[in-house]
C-alpha cells in the first residue's frame, strides 16, 4: 500500500514534468505549426541561470531566471522564428533545430561541457513523513505547481482576451488575422507563455536532478516532442495527457519490471508510444483543427 | 505521322545521365584525393561513409516524404551484425567472452561480412516498416524515432552481446577510400534505379496522396461524390490559316472513312 502511494506519487510528479515541457511545445504548435525543439534549450538555460544568480537568496534567483528565460524565447521568436513564418513546416523545423544547437553550443562555450554539480532549494529533497511513507516534497511541490499552472493556464484561455484570441489563432490562423487577431502579439504571447513553462521546469529539473549539462534539454525536448504528438497535435489538453501517459508508463514499468529487464525501460515505454500511434494515428485527443468539416 | 525514334543508345544515356555524372565526378574526385596524404584519404573515406549514409536516408525520405529519425538505427543493427561475424576468434574470446558460442566461433571474410549485416539491418527495416507505414507524416516520423530508441536501449543495455555502452574493439580495418568509393557507388545505382522503377514510382504516388497538392482540403473535397464530367471541347484556333489546316484534315479523314477528330 505505501509503496503503491509512493509509486504513484512518483509518476505523477515525473508525468508532470513530461506534461509542463509538452505544453510548452504544444503551445507554439497549435498556433505556429512549429515544432520548438529549443524549448529543451529554454530549460538548460534556465537552469544555467539559476546557477548564476543564486547567491544567498534563492527566490530571487527563481525570478531572474524565469524572467531571463521569457525574454530569451522572445528573442528567439523575433531574431529566428519570425523570418520564417510563413515557410514549409521543414524549413521551421530545421530552423529550431539551428536554434537548439547554437544555444546548446553557445553554453559550451561559456561553461564548458562537463556537467556542473548544483544544489538548489535543498529543503525539498526531505520528505514529508506520515507512518511508513515518504514522500518527497518535490514530488509534492511538482505536482502542486504543475496543478497550479494548467488552472492559470486554462483559465487565461478561456477568459482572458489574449488567450481566446490564441485559441482562435490555434484554429485559423488566417481567418484569426481577417477578425483582427494580431498575429505578432499573439505568437510573441505563445512564447513568453512557453518561456514561463521552461522557467517552471528549469528549476524542478535543478532541484531533481542537481547537475547542470548543455545538453540537459534534449531528452527532455523530445520526450514533450513524442508527449505532444501522442496526446493529439494542436490539441494542449492532448499534450498534458500525452505528458502524463508518457512519465505514468515509465514510473510503472521502472516500478514493475523484473530487475533484469530494467535497463530496457525506454524500449518499452517507445513500444508503448507506437502502440498508441498505431491504436490512433492522430493522437489521443484531436485538436480542433484536426477534425474534417466536410 | 511521328519523328523517328532516337536510337537506343542515346535514350539510355540520357536516361542514366543524372547517375553517371554524379559517378563521374566522384570518381575523378576520389582519384584526386588517393594522391594527396593520409590524413585526406580518411577524410575522403569518411564523406563517402556519410555519402553512403544521406543517399540510404534519401531513398526513404525522399520518396515517401516521412522525415525517418530511425535511420540511424539501421547503421547500428549492421554494425554490431557486421561485427559478432567480422572480429577474430581470438579478440571475441578475451574482450566479448560471454557471446553465444555459434557468434564466438565466427569469424567470416568481411566481404561477405558486409552483405550479411547488409540483410540483417534491412530484415529489420522491412520488419518494422510493415506497422510504421501505416502511420503518415508526423505520426510515422515520430514512429521512427521510438524505434530509433527501442534499438539504441537494446543494445546499450545487452552487455553480454554487445559490450554495452563499452566499445566492441576488434573490427579488420578494411575500408579504404576505395572501399567506400565502391559503396558509394553501389548506393547511388541502388537510389537511382528505386527512384525510377516502379516501386519508387509508386513511392512517389504514396507522397502525393500523404500530402496533396491542394492540402488536405484537397482530399476532403476529393471524397465528395463526384458528377460526370462534360468533355471538355478545345477552344478552336481562330487563324483562318490553322482553321483552313484543320478543315482539311476534317476532310481527308472522312474521305478515309475515320470519324471526324
Known amino acids: ?294 | 505521322m511521328t519523328r523517328p525514334r532516337l536510337p537506343g543508345v542515346e535514350e539510355a544515356v540520357r536516361g542514366i545521365w543524372p547517375l553517371l555524372s554524379l559517378a563521374v565526378i566522384l570518381v575523378v574526385l576520389m582519384a584526386l584525393c588517393s594522391l594527396g596524404p593520409v590524413v585526406l584519404q580518411r577524410v575522403a573515406t569518411d564523406a563517402l561513409i556519410k555519402l553512403v549514409m544521406v543517399v540510404g536516408l534519401y531513398v526513404f525520405v525522399g520518396n515517401s516524404g516521412v522525415l525517418s529519425f530511425g535511420h540511424a538505427s539501421f547503421m547500428m543493427l549492421g554494425g554490431y551484425g557486421a561485427a559478432w561475424l567480422d572480429v577474430p576468434v581470438r579478440y571475441k574470446s578475451i574482450l566479448m567472452d560471454e557471446l553465444p558460442a555459434f557468434l564466438g566461433k565466427a569469424e567470416f571474410h568481411p566481404g561477405l561480412v558486409a552483405l550479411a549485416a547488409m540483410g540483417w539491418a534491412g530484415a529489420f527495416a522491412f520488419l518494422i516498416g510493415i506497422p510504421l507505414m501505416r502511420l503518415s507524416g508526423i505520426g510515422a516520423a515520430i514512429g521512427t524515432f521510438s524505434w530509433l530508441t527501442i534499438v539504441f536501449v537494446v543494445h546499450a543495455g545487452w552487455e553480454e552481446m554487445t559490450g554495452g555502452t563499452s566499445s566492441f574493439n576488434g573490427l579488420p580495418i578494411y575500408v579504404d577510400i576505395w572501399v567506400a568509393l565502391i559503396a558509394a557507388l553501389f548506393v547511388m545505382l541502388v537510389a537511382y534505379v528505386f527512384q525510377t522503377s516502379k516501386l519508387g514510382l509508386a513511392g512517389a504516388m504514396m507522397l502525393i496522396l500523404i500530402f496533396p497538392p491542394g492540402g488536405t482540403h484537397g482530399r476532403a473535397r476529393a471524397a465528395l461524390p463526384r458528377l460526370p464530367r462534360q468533355r471538355a471541347r478545345r477552344a478552336i484556333p481562330l487563324t483562318p490559316g490553322e482553321r483552313g489546316k484543320r478543315v482539311k484534315r476534317a476532310g481527308r479523314a472522312m474521305d478515309a472513312g475515320r470519324r471526324e477528330p
Open chain 1, 1 to 294: 500500500m505505501t509503496t503503491a502511494i509512493q509509486v504513484i506519487i512518483d509518476a505523477l510528479s515525473v508525468g508532470s514534468l513530461y506534461a509542463l515541457m509538452a505544453l510548452g511545445i504544444g503551445l507554439i504548435l497549435g498556433i505556429m505549426r512549429l515544432i520548438n525543439f529549443a524549448h529543451g534549450e529554454f530549460v538548460m538555460i534556465g537552469a544555467y541561470m539559476l546557477m548564476a544568480i543564486v547567491a544567498q537568496y534563492e527566490p530571487l534567483a527563481i525570478i531572474v531566471s524565469m524572467v531571463l528565460v521569457v525574454v530569451l524565447a522572445l528573442f528567439s521568436e523575433r531574431i529566428a522564428f519570425r523570418p520564417v513564418r510563413n515557410a514549409s513546416p521543414t524549413t521551421m523545423l530545421v530552423t529550431s533545430f539551428a536554434v537548439s544547437y547554437f544555444l546548446q553550443y553557445l553554453f559550451v562555450m561559456i561553461y564548458g561541457a562537463r556537467p556542473k554539480g548544483f544544489e538548489f532549494l535543498v529543503g525539498l529533497a526531505e520528505p514529508f513523513v506520515t507512518g511508513a511513507i515518504r514522500i518527497p516534497k518535490l514530488n509534492v511541490a511538482i505536482v502542486a505547481v504543475t496543478i497550479v499552472l494548467l488552472v492559470g493556464l486554462a483559465l487565461f484561455l478561456t477568459r482572458s482576451r489574449f488567450g481566446v484570441q490564441m485559441r482562435a489563432a490555434a484554429l485559423n490562423f488566417r481567418m484569426a488575422r481577417l477578425l483582427g487577431v494580431r498575429a505578432d502579439r499573439v505568437i510573441a504571447v505563445a512564447f513568453a507563455l512557453s518561456g514561463i513553462l521552461a522557467g517552471v521546469t528549469a528549476i524542478f529539473i535543478t532541484v531533481q536532478g542537481g547537475t547542470l549539462s548543455p545538453g540537459m534539454g534534449v531528452q527532455l525536448a523530445l520526450i514533450g516532442f513524442v508527449a505532444t504528438i501522442i496526446g493529439g497535435m494542436g490539441s494542449l489538453i492532448g499534450a498534458v495527457l500525452g505528458g502524463y501517459f508518457i512519465g505514468v508508463v515509465a514510473v510503472l514499468l521502472q516500478f514493475g519490471l523484473p530487475l533484469e529487464m530494467r535497463p530496457y525501460r525506454e524500449a518499452f515505454v517507445f513500444a508503448a508510444v507506437i502502440l498508441v500511434l498505431l491504436a490512433r494515428p492522430q493522437g489521443l485527443f484531436r485538436g480542433a483543427k484536426a477534425r474534417e468539416r466536410v
